[in-house]
């Protein structure tokens, strides 16, 4: 059983089953908690809505320069003759739970099946990606997080389109970025993002920030460590990205039947 | 013989919410490796009171649950509390008539097992590294015991003898 549950996708079913069942028990768990954070969301709202409101009208200003550009970018890519990329259904979710293994890094949101959320789905934070769903109950889902070290996550770095991994390396350790030499243009601070490459996450979502790179040019591979941009352990709001009627993204067009690998 | 098979699942359902009930943000990961493992003792406690209601095949599906809501391999806990029950059983009598020390010393062994063998499980799964802080949970599981034998031994009492 436990060979067929890692190697196979035929429990995935059982799973949901027993996601279910035990899904009252962690919104149970989760109470203590809920209610805590009621009490100082109701300390914190008043002066919260002051500054919302100041922070919506300037988002507000911006957002109007970013659809001129949107409309600027799909001419651009009409005359190049691109695929527009087409983003899912975004859900907000609260985080109901963590897993009590230190070993795993996954998290428990609380919507599932029953509000659309399906295996795979990309999961994000304001601040980055989050990781991606492996688990759904009816009422409620589990996410893997990109530092767990079943997770790799395929990245671009932003300022010159390096192409590279970021694998986790276990709860609260930062991102191993592997297969990299010393001819490559790594820095210090550089940000990785979604490269899309591999079809499970949608392009250009903030990764990770570069936070050391070790070896000579005598060494064959540098060693990089990257900083999860989410802070993983303190998030209580995540947004999931469903794909519309659950048909593989555009973005997952294979470039190479070679290439079309299920990364993680 | 219904009863304690009802006060086992119910006395469950408040181990796996205690196994589950998040450390407070701040706390580190680390932290995770001094947890309890709540439905191990509460297992334990009915396997030895009532072995006549509480048997291997409840022990699998409590597994089962326990594996769902901590999100392991299907079957990781399933197996290794089959094995615990298997234990319970046979020794159940035996068990009965140690004192308290002696019952917290059978859970640690019990529970160190239980660990190893997920430790390995993991290894093969997914190459993960052995770490020496396995270690803590069947040390803080064992101080739990009496904690959970002073708690269900009156209901135990309340539900009548066992055969």
Known sequence: MVIADHRTTALDTVRTVFATAVSPLIYTAHLPYAGLAL???????????????????????????LSALE????????????????????????????????????????????????????????????????ETGALSAR?????????????????NGLRALAQGQGPGAPLSVPYLSSQDDIRLGD???????????????????????????????????AEPMAPLRRLQDVVVLSVAGGKRPPWDRPLAPALRRDES | MARPLLAFWLTLGVALVLTVVALPPLAPPALGWFRPQWAVLVLLFWVMTAPEAVGMVSAWV??????????????????????????????????????????????????LGAEVLAALLLRLA???????????????????????????????RWLGPSL
């Open chain 1, 143 to 159: 996410v893997l997080l990109i530092d767990d070290l079943a997770h790799s996550t395929p990245v671009v770095v932003l300022r």
């Open chain 2, 62 to 111: 409590a597994g089962l649950l326990v594996d769902s809501v901590t999100g392991s391999l299907l079957g990781q806990h399933a197996l290794t509390y089959v094995l615990i029950a298997w234990a319970g059983l046979s020794l159940h009598q035996r068990l009965r008539m140690y004192s308290l020390v002696q019952q917290a010393l059978i859970v640690f062994l019990t529970v």
């Open chain 1, 39 to 65: 009490l100082s969301q109701w300390r914190a709202t008043s002066e919260d809505n002051a500054r919302l409101s100041r922070e919506l009208s300037r988002q507000a200003i911006a957002l109007q320069r």
């Open chain 1, 191 to 225: 940000v990785l993002v979604t490269s899309g490459l591999g079809g499970r996450f949608p392009p250009g979502y903030p990764v990770a920030r570069v936070v050391a790179v070790e070896g000579s040019t005598s060494d064959a591979f540098l060693a990089v460590r």
């Open chain 1, 71 to 134: 409309a600027e970018n799909a001419r651009l890519r009409a005359l190049l003759g691109s695929a527009e990329r087409v983003v899912g259904r975004e859900r907000f979710a609260a985080v109901i739970g963590v897993t009590p293994d230190p070993r795993r890094s996954q998290l428990i949101v609380d919507r599932g099946d029953g509000q659309g959320i399906g295996l795979g789905d990309a999961v994000l934070g304001a601040e980055g990606l989050v990781g991606q769903i492996i």
């Open chain 2, 126 to 156: 997914r190459g993960q590294a052995f770490s020496l802080a396995l270690l803590w949970a069947p040390v803080v599981t064992a101080l739990c015991w009496p904690l959970v034998y002073g708690a269900l031994a009156p209901l135990r």
